[in-house]
């Protein structure tokens, strides 16, 4: 049986005023799944991801969370976004005027709980531990962007989402981040990607393309890796 979704969108539409950016757009993420979305620019990957990411809420149509809907209400909705979400950005939104640990605290501080111990460990598993107290502009895109990951992780959220996360990276730290988000998934976080690189899609569950602000077909993706580790796994 399939797992309830994480988010679901029903019918949803974004619509500014010459625009229809969204389409009647229907849609499930589930739990520990690697989504990624893909369409030429312009054809609404940048809107559909920041539904997901419960950033926007459609003009028309129903986004729910875990089977409630996103309420309208900013405030309410930056509350669900601390609860539930992690954002991993193209250009890293790191702060220069803190160190990279103050980086990776820094959301759990904004929920009221800083997590320095926690933030350590994350930095550790990501391999960034010996930068932890260097300064943003002392450090390697390529880490840069693992401290971004780091940062998304720190309140445990369900749902990572990540607009083009390899985008300001060379091919082969872009493989590592990938490689990095798809773990995740493997250990239960839903990640939500954009990327314009057919080559990333081996690491994804699903892909969904879109084309003027719709649907254009979804795809489900047999991944070998997945299977073969399967028999290891609880
Ligand atoms: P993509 O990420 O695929 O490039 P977007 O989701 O950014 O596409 O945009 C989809 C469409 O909506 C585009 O035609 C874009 O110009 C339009 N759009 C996006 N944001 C706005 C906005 N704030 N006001 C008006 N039009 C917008």
């Known amino acids: 049986m399939a797992p309830d ?54 003009t028309h149509g ?4 875990e089977g409630r809907r996103v309420p309208r209400d900013e405030d309410k909705r930056a509350d669900l976004r601390l609860k539930f979400m992690g954002y991993v950005f193209q250009d890293f939104g790191l702060m220069s005027s803190l160190n990279v640990l103050d980086n990776i605290i820094l959301p759990s501080s904004l929920a009221g709980r800083p997590q320095r111990e926690r933030a350590k460990d994350i930095a550790r598993q990501l391999g960034i531990e010996h930068r932890l107290h260097h300064q943003i502009t002392e450090i390697s895109g390529g880490e840069k962007q693992r401290v971004a990951i780091a940062r998304a992780l720190i309140n445990n959220p369900k749902l990572i989402m990540a607009d083009e996360p390899t985008g300001n990276l060379d091919s082969k730290t872009g493989h590592k ?58």
């Open 62 to 65: 129903s986004l729910k969370i």
């Open 5 to 58: 979704p994480l988010i679901s969108l029903e019918g949803a539409c974004k619509d500014y005023k010459f625009v229809k950016a969204l389409c009647d757009v229907t849609l499930e993420v589930y739990p520990g799944e690697f989504l990624i979305i893909m369409g030429p620019s312009g054809s609404g990957k940048s809107t559909l991801l920041h539904m997901i990411g419960l950033l926007d809420i459609p």
């Open 177 to 234: 981040v990938l490689t990095i988000l798809r773990e995740l998934a493997d250990q239960g976080k839903t990640v939500v990607t954009v990327t314009h690189n057919p080559e990333h899609l081996v690491f994804a569950d699903r892909v969904v393309y879109l084309r003027d602000g719709q649907i254009q077909q979804v795809r489900q993706i047999k991944r070998v890796a997945k299977a073969r580790k399967a028999p290891g796994k609880a």
